[in-house]
Structure formats: C-alpha cells, structure tokens
C-alpha cells in the first residue's frame, strides 16, 4: 500500500462517532457560496491533501478532518502510524478558501505513538487528523459534500461487499479539471478489524485526493481516503473507518468532536455523466 498525498515539487506518491457535548450548530454560510467545505485542498508544509468532513466541537470551534499522513515526513511506503513520522501538533495547514492558515491539533498517528498503541489494525489504519480553522474563516464554511451532498449522519454499520459509496476528490494533478472529482463505485466489505474499507471507484483515488470523505449509500460518514493499494486487490483504495477514527481521537487526542452534517441533502444519483460501466458510475 503506499499513501496519496501529493507534494506539490515533486508529484510523489505517498497517498457511531463518539457522543462529544456540542454547541448549538454555526451559522453555515450557504452551501453554494461557501468557500470552506469537504473537498477542499489543504497543504501542510508543501503536501496536498483533499478535507473529508467538518466537525464543531463545545466552544463553537470549527475543525476540517484530513488524513494524518499528510502531515508526514517518511516515504509513501510509511503507512503504519504507531511507527511513522509525523509533523508536530502546530503545524500550519494552508486551506483553499479559507483567508488564513488552520492549525493542525490532533493527528492520529501522534496520538498512537504518544500513548503507546499496541493493535495491529489501529496501527496500520487510523489514518486521521483535525484542522483547526481560524475563527475568522468560520462564515466561509458548509459542510455539506460537494456534488453528493450529505454527509447525512455518522455511519455505524460500516459497508458490505458491493455496497455503493461516494467520494470526491480535489487533486491539485488534474488541474482544476472537475468532472472527475465526484466518485461513485463499490465497497470490497472490510478488514482490519472494521477499521479499513477497500473500496473500487472510478477513477481510483490518486494522489492529491488523500483524506477525502467517503459516504455510504445511504449517505453517511463512512471514511477517509488513506492508500492506494498495487496487492491483494489492484488499484482499489483503502478508506479508514471515521466513526472509529473519531471515536479514538475524542478518547484519546486531547480533542472533542462531532461531525456536522450537511445542509444539502444527499443525491444518489446526481452522476457528472450519464456514462454507466458495469457496477460503477464515471
């Protein structure tokens, strides 16, 4: 497996959610002028990542959920969290739409080696981490899904084998081009012990796309956007479970949050192209 963030100077491959108390919801800016939303790209110190979901926590902070490697400073092939190397709690993420920088305060991959992690399967795959975002930046933002709308609620249930899911990804590799940003294709089940979702979509996520959301099909939160893996199953896509994602970082990270869901509601069927190709939807 190798991660899917992507660095700007080279182009390198390396890409229920827990109860918190919540403030009353924020004003969202509308969904169709809203510059800060799932989807868009961060860069943390020269990596380009896709944001999945937007999270509040008590206090009336706003966060954005990216993949905790996009913050890494190993090779692509570092894709064990307890063992690889991170930037600190800190570091500031670029977010485009956002006027000024976010803050990175949780990071899975921190948090596992700080505490002494010891599964395998929370090791390999919880794959995630918060910004932080300016309260200036706070009217800027929905939360909505682009294209897809949603997410609808957290997913507790995880998928099946061929279950539809959907993403959208915003790598800087297709140049703004964005009729294939939208994803829809099917789940392989899961592994890991719940916390991995290998998925098939068309295209396949590439790098740039790391950290994007995944929704079931019923257009629940189900993941983020973590490997593109060459074997067992080539060219599918491992997704990391975030209701277990979230839940492990409320637990454990210092932080306490709760997805926000869409105010847009979720369209199934809403495909860039009528194109249809076997089981999956270009």
């Not at 919801?25 to 868009?40: E, K, L």
């Not at 999270?55 to 954005?64: E, N």
């Not at 790598?171 to 290998?198: D, E, I, Q, T, Y």
């Not at 959301?213 to 990391?240: E, H, M, Q, W, Y």
């Amino acid at each position: 497996m190798t991660r899917l963030s992507t660095f700007l100077a080279a182009a390198t491959v390396c890409a229920g959610i827990a109860a918190a108390p919540a403030a009353a919801a924020p004003a969202w800016a509308p969904a169709a002028s809203a510059t800060v939303t799932p989807g868009v790209q961060t860069f943390t110190a020269g990596s380009q990542c896709t944001a999945n979901f937007v999270f509040t926590d008590a206090s009336g902070g706003v966060y954005l959920g990216q993949a905790a490697h996009c913050a890494g400073t190993g090779e692509a092939t570092d894709t064990n969290g307890c063992e690889a190397k991170s930037l600190p709690l800190g570091t500031a993420v670029t977010v485009r739409g956002a006027s000024r920088p976010g803050t990175l305060v949780y990071s899975s991959w921190l948090t596992m080696q700080g505490r002494g992690e010891r599964d395998d399967d929370t090791c390999q795959y919880n794959d995630f981490a918060l910004v932080k975002l300016d309260r200036a930046d706070h009217g800027r933002v929905n939360p909505s899904i682009p294209h897809w709308g949603g997410p609808t609620a957290p997913s507790s249930s995880g998928t099946r084998l061929l279950d539809t899911v959907y993403s959208y990804g915003n790598s800087s590799l297709r140049g703004g081009l964005k009729l294939l940003s939208p994803k829809r294709g099917v789940s392989l089940g899961a592994n890991g012990g719940g916390w991995n979702h290998p998925v098939y979509t068309l295209t396949p996520g590439i790098p740039g796309d790391s950290g994007s959301a995944f929704l079931d099909r019923s257009g629940r939160a189900l993941g983020v956007l973590s490997t593109l893996s060459i074997a067992p199953v080539p060219l599918s896509n491992g997704v990391s479970d975030v209701t277990r994602a979230v839940r492990y970082a409320n637990a454990n990270g210092g932080v306490a949050v709760t997805l926000a869901t869409g105010t847009e509601r979720f369209r199934a069927n809403a495909l860039p192209l009528g194109v249809r190709l076997g089981l999956l939807d270009l």
